[in-house]
């Protein structure tokens, strides 16, 4: 299930022109489930949640919100949205693809965290694509 | 033969703490057979040369040096290595390793082609990543 829509998400990364990389490790322990660049360097990052228990254990989402420009939940079209934050984006998605149906408030980043989080991503994403 | 001494030196540069990609594509047309950032941004490339006609065809390689802050060459133990300009990088490679014959000059790109070069490097590393 959660593969199928972070597959989903990933289409719809790549159809707003996104590079979507998956399971991106941050400085505070987490692990981003989607992060995706445009051409200009934007970030977003996508938490995939499956199920209600799935949202209910994880208070901690907002810390991603350090990392990317905009940020999205990804959920199935079956997820209950009503738990999700009114003023978070949001994406349902199955594995075929998907469709932004909240949009996200754009923070930009500074500067300095751009680039540490530009570097970051693409490392993570050269050792994946090595195999 | 190409194939081994790009292995070889992805290997070299990641035991230089450094994360590799094949097959940058550049603004100017060109493609960089490695690219490699450090874990602060720093960017190297390596031009595979397999054997003296491939270097001779190729009058081309210095525009590398705009978008990296280090360049090598990288050919095998049996490459003619008078060829190769004497103020240039130059690693030794098989497909199992190699090492760092010569260093390169370090000529720092400055914070905004820095900026795109790291977007260009994770977009492309992400869609690899992908398969």
Redesign the interface.
């Known amino acids: 299930m959660t593969a199928a829509v972070t597959r989903g998400v990933?289409r719809v990364m790549i159809e707003m022109g996104y590079?979507?990389?998956?399971e991106l490790s941050l400085p505070n322990g987490r692990r981003a489930d989607v992060t995706?660049?445009s051409?200009?360097?934007e970030i977003v990052m996508v938490e995939v949640k499956s199920c209600r228990a799935d949202f209910d254990v994880d208070s901690k989402w907002p810390e991603y919100k350090e990392y990317c420009d905009r940020f999205y939940f990804g959920v199935a079209e079956d997820f209950p949205r009503d738990l999700l934050p009114e003023d978070e984006g949001l994406i349902i998605a199955d594995a075929f693809g998907g469709a932004v149906v909240r949009e996200s408030e754009t923070a930009s980043l500074a500067g300095a965290r751009?680039?540490t989080a530009?570097?970051r991503?693409?490392?993570?994403?050269?050792?994946?694509?090595?195999g």
Chains 1, 2 share one sequence.
Do not use: D, E, M, T
């Open positions: 990933c590079a979507p990389v998956l995706a660049i051409p200009k360097g751009r680039k530009l570097i991503i693409a490392r993570h994403a050269a050792f994946r694509s090595l």
